[in-house]
């Protein structure tokens, strides 16, 4: 009854996330959700009780399927098998810039796309990105702290800081090419990351 419960609720989840990506949060009204997760009125208040719980929610989803990717991404024993810990980074720099580019909206951070919009509007979604962002930037850092350990990296690097610091830039390039339809800032993100990521000498 549970798995039932729960593979309904995520299907919602899902249902809207692209629409959201694409439209953000305010742009997108319930009628579109209930057409899109094909459900009527009734049973989306049975899984969710406003729409901002379901935005706090849609976050959340994200935030845990990214982690995994990310985890994937950056672990020794996933995507990135066979590479030192600086080189497993910079391929998930890529992947980023490779990504946003896209227009494809199921592909889109929804980060990048929620967090001016929703900061202000609610605190609870505003919370949730706060969180996810904070253990983003963990991940990373827990990366970097291995490259100074097995010597890919360089010790000057203060791993927390340096990870706020690129995750941060890499946000900020996302906006200025999603304003100017332009990869360049992503790809200058990604000169001073290779820059920033310095192998010892």
Same mark, same amino acid.
Request: hydrophobic share 40%; proline share 2%; net charge negative.
């Given at each position: 009854?549970?798995?039932?419960?729960?593979?309904?609720? @995520?299907? *919602?989840?899902?249902?809207?996330? /692209?629409?959201?990506?694409?439209?953000?949060?305010?742009?997108?009204?319930?009628?579109?959700?209930?057409?899109? /997760?094909?459900?009527?009125?009734?049973?989306?208040?049975?899984?969710?009780?406003?729409?901002?719980?379901?935005? @706090?929610?849609?976050?959340?989803?994200? !935030?845990?399927?990214?982690?995994?990717?990310?985890?994937?991404?950056?672990?020794?024993?996933?995507?990135?098998?066979?590479?030192?810990?600086?080189?497993?980074?910079?391929?998930?720099?890529?992947?980023?810039?490779?990504?946003?580019? &896209?227009?494809?909206?199921?592909?889109?951070?929804?980060?990048?796309?929620?967090?001016?919009?929703?900061?202000?509007?609610?605190?609870?979604?505003?919370?949730?990105?706060?969180?996810?962002?904070?253990?983003?930037?963990?991940? *990373?850092?827990? &990366? *970097?702290?291995?490259? *100074?350990?097995?010597?890919?990296?360089?010790?000057?690097?203060?791993?927390?800081?340096?990870?706020?610091?690129?995750?941060?830039?890499?946000?900020?390039?996302?906006?200025?090419?999603? %304003?100017? @339809?332009?990869?360049?800032?992503?790809?200058? /993100?990604? %000169? !001073?990351?290779?820059? !920033?990521? !310095? /192998?010892? @000498?």
């Amino acid at each position: 009854m549970r798995e039932h419960y729960d593979h309904n609720k @995520r299907h *919602i989840l899902q249902a809207g996330h /692209a629409l959201i990506a694409q439209k953000g949060y305010t742009g997108v009204g319930l009628a579109e959700i209930l057409a899109a /997760a094909q459900i009527p009125k009734g049973s989306f208040y049975h899984y969710f009780g406003s729409k901002e719980q379901y935005g @706090r929610e849609l976050i959340q989803h994200y !935030v845990s399927a990214y982690l995994e990717r990310l985890d994937h991404a950056l672990s020794d024993h996933g995507q990135g098998q066979g590479e030192d810990a600086r080189q497993r980074l910079l391929t998930y720099w890529g992947y980023w810039l490779e990504s946003q580019c &896209c227009q494809e909206a199921e592909q889109r951070c929804l980060v990048v796309k929620l967090s001016a919009e929703v900061a202000d509007l609610s605190d609870d979604m505003r919370q949730a990105l706060h969180e996810g962002t904070q253990r983003f930037i963990g991940r *990373i850092a827990a &990366c *970097i702290e291995e490259g *100074i350990a097995e010597g890919s990296l360089h010790t000057v690097l203060e791993p927390q800081a340096t990870a706020t610091m690129l995750y941060q830039q890499w946000l900020g390039a996302s906006l200025l090419s999603r %304003l100017g @339809r332009d990869r360049a800032p992503m790809e200058a /993100a990604m %000169l !001073v990351t290779r820059r !920033v990521l !310095v /192998a010892p @000498r």
